[in-house]
């Protein structure tokens, strides 16, 4: 069965720290890749997607994540958080068929230290 | 572009009442729109997907009596609950694809059951 994991709830970095977000998801073949932000009162934004090819994909606001096959991972990454960046994130994949749809992990709320 | 609009975008009813949250694709013409439900500090739960001139399609476990969703046009759907109660509370969000996969979100609706 397909599933997302997101092993930590909670991530506190200090501003302009470095951040990763771990994401390791279980699908039968290259899945896609998606990872949104929620900000309270706000929807899910898409940050960044990976579909094929280049497996350090770039994304809004500075984020970027790198797809790794043999890990089964697509770790989220910035070099230089900003206090605004405190939010929701999640890992989501998404399955190759003409369902579109999308399997969420449980999600990881950053909280940054001024 | 690509934008999502839910309504109401909180809503208060009495148990034993039904209420109605509309999505919208606002600039662009949605080939599936999603249901999800968030539980505070949760991941999103796909409850449905609908198509346009179809009948939706129930993720395993969801009631289809009680979330009944109508997708009228390609740029609306509509989840109505139905004799609501307070389990039911929760954080709804729809979301909207175009052929591109990607899933544009709404900003969610809050039901709140009284």
């Known amino acids: 069965a397909q599933s997302v994991t997101q092993p930590d709830i909670h991530i506190t970095v200090s501003e302009g720290a470095s951040l990763e977000l771990r994401c390791n998801y279980s699908?039968?073949?290259?899945?896609?890749l998606f990872w949104y932000v929620q900000s309270p009162g706000q929807g899910l934004q898409l940050l960044l997607k990976y579909f094929s090819g280049d497996t350090l994909v770039q994304g809004i606001k500075g984020f970027e994540a790198e797809f790794k096959r043999s890990q089964s991972s697509f770790n989220l990454r910035k070099p230089s958080v900003h206090w605004s960046d405190a939010a929701e994130y999640f890992c989501?994949?998404?399955?190759?068929?003409?369902?579109?749809?999308?399997?969420f992990g449980s999600g990881t709320r950053l909280l940054v230290r001024p | 572009g690509a934008v999502v609009s839910q309504h109401p975008s909180w809503v208060i009813c009495k148990s034993g009442t039904s209420v109605k949250i509309e999505c919208r694709s606002l600039?662009?013409?949605?080939?599936?729109m999603f249901w999800y439900r968030q539980f505070p500090k949760q991941s999103l739960m796909l409850m449905a997907t609908s198509n346009e001139g179809s009948k939706a399609t129930y993720e395993q476990g969801v009631e289809k009596d009680k979330f009944l969703i109508n997708h009228a046009s390609l740029t609306l759907s509509t989840l109505t609950v139905t004799s609501a109660h307070p389990e039911d509370s929760s954080f709804y969000i729809c979301?909207?694809?175009?052929?591109?996969?990607?899933?544009?979100f709404g900003p969610g609706t809050r039901l709140t059951v009284t």
């Open positions: 989501a994949v998404g399955r190759m068929d003409s369902s579109y749809k999308l399997i």
């Open positions: 979301s909207a694809t175009r052929i591109d996969y990607e899933q544009y």
């Open positions: 699908y039968g073949a290259t899945p896609y």
């Open positions: 600039d662009f013409q949605a080939t599936t």
